[in-house]
């Protein structure tokens, strides 16, 4: 795929990790953490915690688009010592259970499913551990219940509502798009563009919600 549509498109989402930010402030600071970025995409999250933590990130996703893409940011950036990228489904994997202090989830669970997929994740977290989930806002009471019936406590929780979703990743891109003037180019945004239909007609829909969790 074309370089230039993956530029657009993370530089866009990088309007958006602010809010890891804000999640990453609630829990305690951990010296030299072992953090697992599950379904981490071309990495935007990835890099950004890096750039927190001087611990180690093993990164996981299982399109390998976005791995091939991800590890030549790793490389250039001099982080291959710091990161280890895995291209495979969260259901392969075969990661020693208990390990991670931290585990982030953005844009996962409501892909593969919260249950099937938190069920999952959870067993690869330390006792004690934190695990930050970005879902989108649907069956929130059920999912909280879900939460703590697995040994797990809810620290904290925010929402990034509609008005966040338009000022800080659909305008960029609805601005990036439409400065294209090559029609081939346009035609790898088809799905870009019907999402930001999808949002202005229905922007409640895309509100989500931010679980930051500590495992007992
Ligand atoms: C919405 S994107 C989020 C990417 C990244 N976490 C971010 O916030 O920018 C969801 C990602 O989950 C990945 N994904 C979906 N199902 C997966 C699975 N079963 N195992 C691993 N990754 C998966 C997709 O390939 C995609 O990169």
């Given at each position: 795929?074309?370089?230039?549509?993956?530029?657009?498109?993370?530089?866009?989402?990088?309007?958006?990790?602010?809010?890891?930010?804000?999640?990453?402030?609630?829990?305690?600071?951990?010296?030299?953490?072992?953090?697992?970025?599950?379904?981490?995409?071309?990495?935007?999250?990835?890099?950004?915690?890096?750039?927190?933590?001087?611990?180690?990130?093993?990164?996981?996703?299982?399109?390998?688009?976005?791995?091939?893409?991800?590890?030549?940011?790793?490389?250039?950036?001099?982080?291959?010592?710091?990161?280890?990228?895995?291209?495979?489904?969260?259901?392969?994997?075969?990661?020693?259970?208990?390990?991670?202090?931290?585990?982030i989830a953005e844009?996962?669970?409501?892909?593969?499913g919260f249950n099937?997929?938190?069920?999952?994740?959870?067993?690869?977290?330390?006792?004690?551990?934190?695990?930050?989930?970005?879902?989108?806002?649907?069956?929130?009471?059920?999912?909280?219940?879900?939460?703590?019936?697995?040994?797990?406590?809810?620290?904290?929780?925010?929402?990034?509502?509609?008005?966040?979703?338009?000022?800080d990743y659909f305008?960029?891109?609805?601005?990036?798009?439409?400065?294209?003037?090559?029609?081939?180019?346009?035609?790898?945004?088809?799905?870009?563009?019907?999402?930001?239909?999808?949002?202005?007609?229905?922007?409640?829909?895309?509100?989500?919600?931010?679980?930051?969790?500590?495992?007992?």
């Open positions: 795929m074309n370089k230039e549509y993956f530029n657009i498109k993370d530089n866009c989402r990088k309007g958006l990790l602010k809010y890891l930010s804000k999640a990453i402030s609630i829990i305690p600071a951990i010296d030299n953490p072992l953090i697992l970025d599950i379904g981490c995409g071309s990495g935007i999250p990835t890099l950004a915690l890096a750039k927190n933590y001087n611990g180690t990130i093993t990164a996981v996703d299982f399109d390998t688009k976005s791995i091939n893409r991800l590890e030549k940011k790793v490389k250039e950036l001099n982080l291959s010592d710091r990161i280890t990228i895995i291209n495979s489904s969260l259901f392969d994997l075969e990661l020693e259970e208990n390990q991670f202090d931290i585990i844009g996962l669970l409501n892909v593969v099937k997929g938190f069920s999952k994740i959870i067993k690869l977290l330390k006792k004690n551990g934190f695990f930050i989930i970005h879902d989108e806002f649907r069956n929130h009471y059920k999912k909280t219940k879900f939460i703590v019936s697995n040994n797990c406590k809810i620290l904290d929780s925010f929402r990034l509502d509609e008005h966040v979703w338009w000022n305008k960029c891109l609805e601005k990036e798009i439409s400065s294209c003037k090559n029609k081939d180019f346009l035609e790898l945004f088809k799905t870009d563009l019907h999402e930001i239909e999808l949002f202005k007609r229905y922007p409640s829909k895309f509100i989500s919600i931010y679980y930051i969790i500590e495992k007992y």
